[in-house]
Every structure is written in C-alpha cells, then in structure tokens.
C-alpha cells in the first residue's frame, strides 16, 4: 500500500466547507421540532464538523459563525413575530458567536490530537469523544452565559421522539448530545483513516450507537394516580393582546365550566398567566377561587402575578378553599428581556424604544419548586424554567411524582416556539421517569407519561379542559441522582483533554503525514487538493 494510501482523506477546500457549515446549520435546525425529522440533527453536525477538519483558527471561527448563524436564525424566528427583526437578529448573532469559539476548539483538536499520536485508535476513540466534548463545551456556556444563559437548541432536544431518548434518563440531555456528536465524530474519522478496509475499526462507534439505542429508561417505580384536571383558556394572554382587567381569569373561568361536574379530581391546573388578578390581594378573585376549589373539593394550581417588598414575581400558587393560597412558587428564571431588562442602564440607552415595552420587571423566586398536594407531590416549571436542568432535578429530589409545567405561549401563536418547548417536556419526563403535565394558555397542551408518550392532549389555539388520570412515580433516574456532575465532568474532561493534546503535539516532532492531514493551513490544504 502506497503512503499516499494511508493518509487520511484530505479535508474539504475552504469554499466546499463554508457551503458545509451553512448547509449543516439548516439541516440541522430540521431536525428540531418543527420539521421533527430528527435524523437530520446527526446530518447537520456532521456537516458541521467535516467543514473544520483542517481549518486554520481564523477559518474556523467564521465557519462556526456561519454554521450558527444557519440554524439559530430559523431555530428562534419566533422572537421576530411582534417585536421585530432586532431582538431575533441580536439573540441569533450572539449564540452564533458562541458556536464560532466553539468550533475553534474543535478544529484544534482535529489539528493537535493526530500530531500528539499516531495511533488509528487514539483516532477513533480519543478524537470523537474530544470533539463531542468540546460540542458541549460551547452548548454548556451558552447554557449559562450571560444572564442564566439561553440552553435553547441542545442537540439532544431534537431527539424527544427517537430511538436515542431514553438515554437521557441516565446521563441527561447534555449526555445525549456528548453521544450524539461523538457517534457523527467516530464516523467521521472512520471514513477519513478507510475503516472499510478492516472492519474492526468500526466496533467503537458501533458499539457506541448500538448502546445508545439498546439500553431502556431507567425504571422508576409506580405509586398510584392523580386525577389532574387542566384547562387551556385560549384568552387574550399574549403581550400585545387587548384585554382588560379580569379578562383572563373570566376565560379560564369559562374553559373550566365543562369539567366541574367531573368526579373524583384532585387538582384543577390552570397555566402561566391563568389569572391576570392576584387572588392574595383582590377579595373577589379569591372567592371566585375558593368556590372552584369547594366545588371540585380539590385545590387550584393557578398562576398570577404577586407583589411583595416593592418587587414582582411570577408566581404559582397552590389554593384551597377557605385556606387561600398555602404554597407558593415564584419562577427561579424569568426571561431577560422578556421579563426583565438586565443591566438597564446600558439597553435602554441602546435600545430604548423596545426595552422600554417591559415596564415591569419580575424578580428570580428562592422558594421550593414543589406543591404537596396532599395525595401526592408536584414539581413545579413556569415556561422558561422547563429549559434549566437544576430546576427539575431539583424538584425530583425533594419527592416530586409528577410534573405540572404551566406555560404561556400567546406570544408565539403560529410558530414553532410552542412544539420545541413541548419536545423539552417530553424529555423531561424521560430524564425523571415522571409524568408531566404541560398546560399552556394557547397549546401546545399535552399529558406526557414516564415513557414520553403522549397521554392526552388539546387543539392548539381553542379552548378546552382534560381531566386525565396521570400515573404517579417515585425513584430517582441516574440522571437526577448525578445531575451536575455529568456536564461538569464533560467540560473540564474536554478541556483538559484538548490542553493535553495541544501540549503533546507541541512536543512531537512532526512528520510529513501529519502536515498533509490536521495540521495544515487552509491555503496549504487547497495546494494538496490541486496537486492530487
């Protein structure tokens, strides 16, 4: 076998990767929910990564650019719908920036690793498992940075109805997209070093994707069932909706009518946003609250908006009647931007004509994200909470059996924001082993079992109530049971692994195979394309 025959295959020319990596952002934002065509994920970081395999950093970085730029612009299009193009471009440029550094790291790794040794398995095992480590490095800092972080987009959360979904009970979704990537990374490198020509190259990533797909939801343990009314009001909830004072509570009222007469409920749960009227502080609202409760003989899960020392806060409360409101849940992230204008000062001298449509600012809750509710407990998410992993492993931990997520999607009526929060629902409840309800104010409403399957559900954009026994569960999934420990070791894992690397190749003396493979510049690469 001639040496041309063993090098790996040479990277992309500069032009062929900058059309991969705007190719890979599209198709990979088709594999969210939306299109839902959840294969297209895998095809989209694998476009991703072939088009950094030999890229100087400077190259890399506006391919990472261009990249995040091709999915986040669709991915968060909903942003646009009623504050404009300004909101939706500035969320989507800077996440962008975010994968551009990113893909930095990565194309070090393709550049350093086959310099620091030459072993084809340190190529098809250490590589891809770098790489997938250094994917979610940037889905880790763009999961906390700045202001909480925006987690929106995780590769795992294009994966809520595949065959890879019940892994994310064990390792959660940032386990799922370091798999992910490492599978697309392993068979990418295979390909690269001709793996075809013996076979034994492939057990790795073979072995990885078989496991991935093979191995069942943790089980958690059946311990009875809850008798959960819900009820999708379809009022005028939305930011910009005409409504007058009262008028929200009154839909939610007259959506709920139907199922009073329903035997045998244990909790009425209504959305984000259910009542426009703090019961804690209008005596008419609670009295409309006390008889829902008396009349069901079962308590209000209801949301509103509450005041105390001067500060607002979205809250949850738990009420019965002739108690009032007997727990509390103020929502642990509100929105920045959304809810409230972060650093003030400084946006509204840049943009105060739309900074200055959030008059009021709402406040991070402290408080327990679970209601006892006498006959079982209920961890607790309002709307953008669903997306922050502590936040549920939280309420796992302190006993909670199933899940009642309350969300107001008014405000993205006729997009895709509604389904991809519903597909982070769905793997919630895989990743908890718990049920979950998810009522919105518009849809998508649905009841998800343990499993991820959809239990009942409500019409988009109408009224309606389901009343649904919803099974109950206890235990802790391995998911719940490590929670942080799995992106932390991830991240330190990736970064220390990349340093390593880097200070091996340095060390190396570098032979002819390795500056026609990783090493070289994107100049260089095109001159080998041309001579071959």
């Excluded at 009073?260 to 703090?278: K, R």
């Excluded at 999607?409 to 895989?430: C, H, K, P, V």
């Excluded at 719940?480 to 190396?508: E, F, H, K, Q, Y």
């Amino acid at each position: 076998m001639s040496e041309r025959d063993q090098r790996p295959l040479l990277p992309l020319p500069l032009w062929a990767a900058v059309l991969a990596s705007i190719a890979g952002g599209l198709v990979y934002d088709l594999g969210f929910p939306g299109a839902s065509v959840w294969p297209l994920a895998f095809v989209g970081i694998g476009l991703a990564l072939v088009s950094l395999i030999g890229r100087s950093s400077w190259a890399a970085f506006h391919l990472g650019l261009a990249f995040g730029l091709a999915f986040y612009l669709p991915q968060v299009s909903w942003t646009s719908l009623y504050l404009g193009p300004i909101p939706w471009l500035a969320l989507s440029i800077f996440q962008s920036l975010f994968v551009a550094g990113g893909a930095v790291l990565i194309t070090l790794a393709y550049r350093w690793v086959p310099r620091a040794s030459a072993s084809r398995w340190v190529r098809l095992v250490w590589l891809p498992l770098l790489v997938a480590g250094l994917w979610i490095v940037r889905e880790a800092a763009t999961g906390s940075i700045p202001y909480g972080g925006f987690p929106w987009g995780r590769a795992a959360l294009s994966q809520a109805e595949s065959p890879f979904a019940e892994t994310v009970s064990w390792i959660g979704s940032t386990g799922l997209g370091f798999v992910m990537v490492a599978l697309v990374a392993g068979l990418i490198e295979w390909i690269r070093l001709r793996g075809w020509r013996d076979l034994r190259s492939a057990i790795p990533v073979a072995a990885l994707a078989l496991t991935a797909v093979a191995v069942p939801a943790w089980p958690t343990v059946a311990v009875g069932e809850l008798r959960v009314a819900s009820v999708q009001g379809n009022g005028p909830a939305g930011y910009f909706d005409e409504r007058e004072p009262g008028d929200l509570l009154a839909t939610q009222l007259a959506a709920t009518e139907p199922i009073l007469d329903e035997p045998g409920v244990d909790v009425l749960l209504w959305p984000e946003g259910g009542s426009d009227i703090d019961p804690t502080r209008s005596d008419s609202a609670a009295r409309v609250l006390d008889s829902l409760s008396s009349e069901l003989d079962a308590p209000v899960v209801l949301n509103t908006v509450t005041a105390r020392d001067e500060r607002f806060y979205n809250t949850s409360l738990l009420w019965r009647a002739g108690e009032g409101a007997v727990d509390s849940y103020d929502k642990r992230n509100p929105v920045p931007f959304g809810e409230y204008i972060p650093d003030r000062w400084f946006f509204d001298a840049i943009a105060g004509d739309l900074t200055g449509l959030i008059q009021r600012g709402y406040s991070p809750g402290t408080n327990s994200p679970v209601f006892d509710l006498g006959n079982a407990v209920a961890g607790l998410a309002i709307c953008f909470d669903v997306i922050y992993d502590g936040l549920i492993w939280e309420g796992a931990r302190e006993g909670a059996q199933v899940y009642l997520f309350q969300t107001n999607n008014a405000d993205f009526r006729g997009t895709d924001e509604n389904e991809q929060q519903l597909s982070i629902a769905r793997l919630r409840a895989i990743e908890t082993g718990r049920s979950v309800v998810n009522i919105s104010t518009v849809g998508t409403s649905q009841v998800i079992g343990p499993t991820g399957r959809t239990v009942d559900s409500l019409p988009a954009y109408e009224p309606g109530a389901m009343v649904t026994d919803v099974e109950l569960r206890q235990g802790l999934t391995p998911a719940v049971v490590l929670g942080g420990a799995v992106p932390v070791t991830i991240v330190v894992g990736a970064i220390g692994g990349l340093i390593t690397a880097g200070v091996v190749a340095r060390r190396s003396p570098r032979r002819r195979g390795d500056a026609t493979d990783d090493d070289v510049s994107d100049e260089d690469a095109s001159d080998e394309v041309r001579a071959d």
